[in-house]
């Protein structure tokens, strides 16, 4: 049972570059979202998503961009790539119901130079 | 809006002590979860507990026991002769309930690092 499966585990990008985090969930899962992780921070939420079709800005959305066409994928898109999105960002996923607990990916380690 | 405090930001323990991690909460809404998530040295995230707002029983698995206080705001985690393997970055988080029945954002604390050496 694969879970909640993340690529890449880890990128360097140049300022200005573009880029897609991947991410996967087996589970049947309708609630997806992105957190990114920082230093002293926690974790913050970029976006979300309630189903397929459906997507809602998190805490911390400037310079992201997510759709999501199926149940399974919430693939997460840097437009313009800066220093200040060096994060690990998770991706997880649960029912859509209250009182269950999310599912985490493995993280994504992504450095901007 | 929602919010929660884990103010020890590291601590350092020596195998087989007990340790308390502390965590306090805010929300005006009167149902809410609140969970533990451990982040092991390998980075990934692990779920220990929930706990929704009208069930204030204190709960033990094994070396682990939490403590719900509405009281306080508070949701504290007790691990119990703690041991090298319990060395993990710890959250709590905090949902609230919407209308719509959906499942929630989750808000972290922003996490306590417990280091337990021989």
């Known amino acids: 049972n694969a879970g909640v499966t993340q690529t890449p585990k880890f990128q360097v990008l140049k300022t200005g570059q573009s880029m897609t985090l991947q991410c996967a969930q087996d589970?049947?899962?309708?609630?997806m979202s992105w957190y990114r992780q920082d230093p002293g921070m926690g974790l913050r939420l970029i976006h979300y998503?309630?189903?397929?079709?459906?997507?809602d800005q998190g805490e911390v959305p400037n310079g992201y961009n997510v759709s999501r066409s199926t149940t399974e994928d919430f693939p997460l898109r840097l437009l313009s790539a800066a220093p200040s999105q060096t994060s690990v960002y998770f991706c997880a996923s649960s029912y859509s119901r209250p009182y269950t607990e999310a599912f985490f990916g493995q993280g994504t380690r992504l450095t901007v130079v | 809006a929602q919010k929660v405090t884990q103010a020890q930001t590291e601590i350092s323990v020596v195998e087989k002590e007990d340790v308390t991690l502390d965590c306090v909460y805010e929300?005006?809404?009167?149902?809410?979860?609140l969970f533990w998530y451990k982040q092991p040295p390998s980075g990934e995230l692990v779920f220990l507990i929930r706990r929704n707002s009208f069930d204030e029983q204190n709960e033990i698995s094994g070396r682990y026991s939490w403590n719900f206080q509405k009281s306080t705001s508070s949701f504290n985690f007790t691990i119990t002769a703690s041991q090298v393997v319990d060395s993990a970055v710890y959250f709590c988080a905090l949902s609230v309930s919407p209308n719509t029945g959906t499942a929630s954002k989750l808000t972290f604390g922003t996490g306590t690092r417990l280091q337990v050496t021989l």
């Open positions: 998503s309630v189903g397929a079709g459906i997507t």
């Open positions: 929300t005006r809404d009167t149902t809410y979860y």
């Open positions: 589970m049947n899962h309708e609630y």
